[in-house]
């Protein structure tokens, strides 16, 4: 069974700092690894798509790696911005067709000004 | 439309009563989900559909839950009888692509759901 898990749970991190996002997943068979952003009391937004094949995804000031083997992937938020306090959450597709999402619990960010 | 459109966006409910969730999903798209996110938590998969075909409710958590889409467009959540730990936040999403999981999806706001 795919087990996903984001560490830390929370990060506080001052204005300009850059963040470093973990997710690690127990299963390493994956189509892809998608990072979403969700504000308090708001869905998901899709940040970075990285595909099996792929080893890092970028847009804008947001960077994500993928090691398949190691079960790993990390977002980079660089200079970071009091606008970027969020939770991150990281999902893998699973299931036969990989049709459905499983989640880690989120990283919840806070970026002091 | 846009997006993907859920109401009510918030829902207060007593204990016992029934309540229906709406799903307006991405115009064209065939797969829709649904997802329950409890407090802190990542969102857990409820059910799937294809068109009007729900392919996988192997989320859901009791016979109390029902989704249905019937035209293939609209989807509807449905819990009976809500319990305490029904309350939480449901999300909706869809992809226009059969293996939506694969492809990546599009999500609504969501509908916070609280049980008294």
């Known amino acids: 069974k795919q087990e996903v898990t984001q560490i830390p749970a929370a990060l506080s991190v001052p204005e300009g700092e850059n963040l470093v996002l973990n997710c690690s997943f127990t299963?390493?068979?994956?189509?892809?690894l998608q990072w979403f952003r969700q504000d308090p009391g708001k869905g998901l937004t899709s940040l970075l798509l990285?595909?099996?094949?792929?080893r890092e995804q970028t847009s804008g000031r947001l960077n994500a790696s993928l090691d398949k083997s190691s079960g790993r992937s990390t977002l980079y938020i660089a200079a970071s911005q009091p606008g970027d306090s969020a939770t991150y959450l990281c999902a893998v597709p699973i299931g036969a067709a990989g049709n459905k999402l499983t989640f880690g619990g989120g990283t919840r960010v806070l970026v002091k000004p | 439309g846009a997006g993907v459109s859920q109401s009510p966006r918030y829902k207060v409910a007593k204990r016992g009563q029934d309540v229906a969730l709406r799903c307006d999903p991405i115009s064209g798209h065939v797969s829709l989900f649904w997802y329950q996110q409890a407090l802190g938590q990542g969102p857990e998969f409820l059910t799937y559909f294809q068109n009007e075909a729900q392919l996988d409710k192997s989320g859901l958590p009791s016979d109390r839950f029902f989704a249905e889409r019937p035209e293939g467009s609209v989807s509807t959540l449905k819990i009976q009888r809500t319990q305490q730990e029904d309350s939480a936040v449901y999300l909706c999403?869809?992809?226009?692509?059969?293996?939506?999981?694969?492809?990546?999806?599009?999500f609504g706001s969501g509908t916070r759901l609280t049980v008294v």
């Open positions: 299963d390493s068979a994956i189509y892809n």
């Open positions: 990285i595909q099996s094949s792929q």
């Open positions: 999403a869809s992809s226009p692509q059969r293996a939506g999981g694969r492809y990546g999806y599009t």
